[in-house]
């Protein structure tokens, strides 16, 4: 540990850790080249596209453009902590229900803004979908089908499915 | 890739101010970091040292004043806790309403009132909806504290009149006038905004005409700024005829110091600075009748 590191202390995926990283690490390099959790995506890196997104204490972020530094004390969750026991989340159901997706490289963080928007409003407007998925780029543009999903997702977890 | 620095976490406003003076230029005020840290991956700042306003005890409060005439926002308050927040949505709606529209759900998680004021990007939404309100900004330094018009914290493009050993604390936002409605809307094709317009009607007592009128353009300019020839033209103007639309909307825009970008040109921008006076006056006026 040099003198400029920092201890950062945090939960990922539900799992406490304590980490050593630079003032300036990023908290999508410490997720993708320290803990080998590389399901969100660098793209835009300037918290246009949402490839990157996770949740930072259930809200979504740009991982590629917040500092490790603000994980400390915080809940962090990626796409890989979402299945549980070997089953998906409602929304990961949903996305394969609908094949909400093409290349796949948006859809991890698809699926993280989804969670995101469903755990904090299960019943939002299709306008509320569309409004908050504005900061998710599909460059395959496979919208509909997103759009599908989430609806398929939302009857999902209304009709009890664990999210 | 960001470059190396180191993070300090001051617990006190006076604590900021001191690293500020410490550090001068190679340091910088750090919150939110959704304009700093971008700046800095683009290699511009040189900055060596961030100094972490959220660990200020206070910065994030958001309260209505004791004289309940104004609500008090704290500097790391997020665009997402202004949008939500029922004291903002239903004391000063036309905040909440352009709170929401900023950029996108992750910026508005992390990004905070403070760093976007301070910051001064002239493609932003809060300046245009805060100078309707009058809002005031409070700065805390080595020689005192200080307040000023949030018009004369705006100086230029990523210019604003904070001082070299001061820190922007919080901003006082008073309530509209009784009656008052409002609307924020904006335009653009990129990320961030070419056009925002916000409009702040105040009715007569019968709810009939216009006692007075606020109107502020943001994004086609070196800065946000209020409209004081087209405000004086509405006055008394009938809201069912705003409602309808505003003939002399289409001009609105004519006097803007408008600048040519990526945005569009000057000529394209002050068009639509028109336009959008007149659907966001049109708004308004719907919601002031009813």
């Known amino acids: 540990?040099?003198?400029?590191?920092?201890?950062?202390?945090?939960?990922?995926?539900?799992?406490?850790?304590?980490?050593?990283?630079?003032?300036?690490?990023?908290?999508?390099?410490?997720?993708?080249?320290?803990?080998?959790?590389?399901?969100?995506?660098?793209?835009?890196d300037v918290q246009v596209c949402g490839a990157c997104t996770v949740l930072l204490d259930g809200l979504p972020v740009s991982a590629c453009s917040v500092l490790a530094y603000e994980a400390r004390?915080?809940?962090?969750?990626?796409?890989?902590?979402?299945?549980?026991?070997?089953?998906?989340?409602?929304?990961?159901?949903?996305f394969l229900a609908t094949a909400g997706f093409q290349c796949g490289f948006c859809t991890p963080g698809m699926i993280m803004a989804v969670k995101a928007l469903l755990d904090d409003s299960p019943s939002a407007t299709p306008e509320d979908v569309r409004e908050h998925l504005r900061g998710n780029i599909c460059r395959c543009t496979g919208y509909a089908s997103i759009l599908a999903a989430v609806a398929v997702a939302q009857r999902a977890l209304a009709d009890g499915a664990a999210g | 890739m960001l470059p190396p620095f180191e993070i300090h976490q001051p617990v006190t406003a006076a604590e900021a101010v001191a690293l500020r003076a410490r550090f001068g230029e190679a340091g910088a005020l750090y919150?939110?970091?959704?304009?700093?840290?971008?700046?800095?991956?683009?290699?511009?700042?040189?900055?060596?040292?961030?100094i972490d306003v959220k660990t200020i005890a206070g910065l994030a409060g958001l309260t209505l004043a004791p004289d309940g005439r104004a609500v008090t926002i704290g500097a790391a308050v997020t665009h997402r806790t202004l949008e939500r927040s029922p004291l903002v949505r239903e004391r000063l709606p036309l905040v909440a309403e352009m709170a929401r529209?900023?950029?996108?759900?992750?910026?508005?998680?992390?990004?905070?009132?403070?760093?976007?004021?301070?910051?001064?990007?002239?493609?932003?939404?809060?300046?245009?909806?805060?100078?309707?309100?009058g809002a005031r900004v409070a700065l805390a330094?080595?020689?005192?504290?200080?307040?000023?018009?949030?018009?004369?914290?705006l100086v230029g493009p990523y210019e604003s009149?904070?001082?070299?050993?001061?820190?922007?604390?919080?901003?006082?936002?008073?309530?509209?006038?009784?009656?008052?409605?409002g609307a924020y809307l904006k335009f653009g094709m990129h990320e961030r905004p070419t056009v925002g317009v916000a409009v702040l009607l105040v009715p007569?007592?019968?709810r009939?005409?216009?006692?007075?009128?606020?109107?502020?353009?943001?994004?086609?300019?070196?800065?946000?700024?209020?409209?004081?020839?087209?405000?004086?033209?509405?006055?008394?103007?009938?809201?069912?005829?705003?409602?309808?639309?505003?003939?002399?909307?289409?001009?609105?825009?004519?006097?803007?110091?408008?600048?040519?970008?990526?945005?569009?040109?000057?000529?394209?921008?002050?068009?639509?600075?028109?336009?959008?006076?007149?659907r966001a006056l049109a708004l308004a006026a719907r919601r002031a009748r009813s």
């Open chain 1, 1 to 44: 540990m040099t003198a400029r590191q920092i201890t950062l202390d945090t939960t990922v995926n539900g799992r406490a850790l304590s980490l050593s990283v630079e003032p300036e690490a990023l908290l999508l390099d410490v997720l993708r080249e320290r803990l080998g959790l590389t399901g969100s995506k660098r793209s835009c």
């Open chain 1, 73 to 94: 004390g915080r809940r962090v969750l990626t796409i890989e902590g979402l299945a549980r026991d070997e089953r998906l989340h409602p929304v990961q159901e949903a």
């Open chain 2, 31 to 50: 919150a939110g970091g959704s304009e700093l840290l971008l700046a800095m991956k683009e290699g511009l700042g040189g900055f060596a040292h961030l």
């Open chain 2, 101 to 133: 529209q900023v950029a996108n759900a992750r910026v508005r998680a992390v990004g905070t009132l403070g760093g976007n004021l301070c910051f001064a990007e002239p493609h932003s939404d809060p300046p245009t909806a805060l100078l309707v309100h």
């Open chain 2, 141 to 153: 330094g080595a020689s005192g504290a200080r307040r000023l018009p949030l018009a004369d914290f």
């Open chain 2, 161 to 181: 009149a904070l001082g070299p050993d001061e820190i922007l604390t919080h901003v006082d936002v008073p309530l509209p006038p009784a009656r008052a409605a």
């Open chain 2, 204 to 206: 007569d007592e019968h």
């Open chain 2, 208 to 278: 009939a005409a216009l006692a007075e009128a606020r109107v502020a353009v943001g994004c086609v300019g070196p800065v946000a700024t209020r409209l004081p020839a087209v405000e004086s033209a509405l006055a008394g103007a009938r809201l069912a005829d705003l409602e309808a639309g505003w003939p002399d909307a289409a001009r609105a825009g004519e006097a803007l110091d408008a600048v040519s970008d990526l945005h569009g040109s000057a000529d394209y921008k002050r068009a639509m600075a028109g336009v959008f006076v007149g």
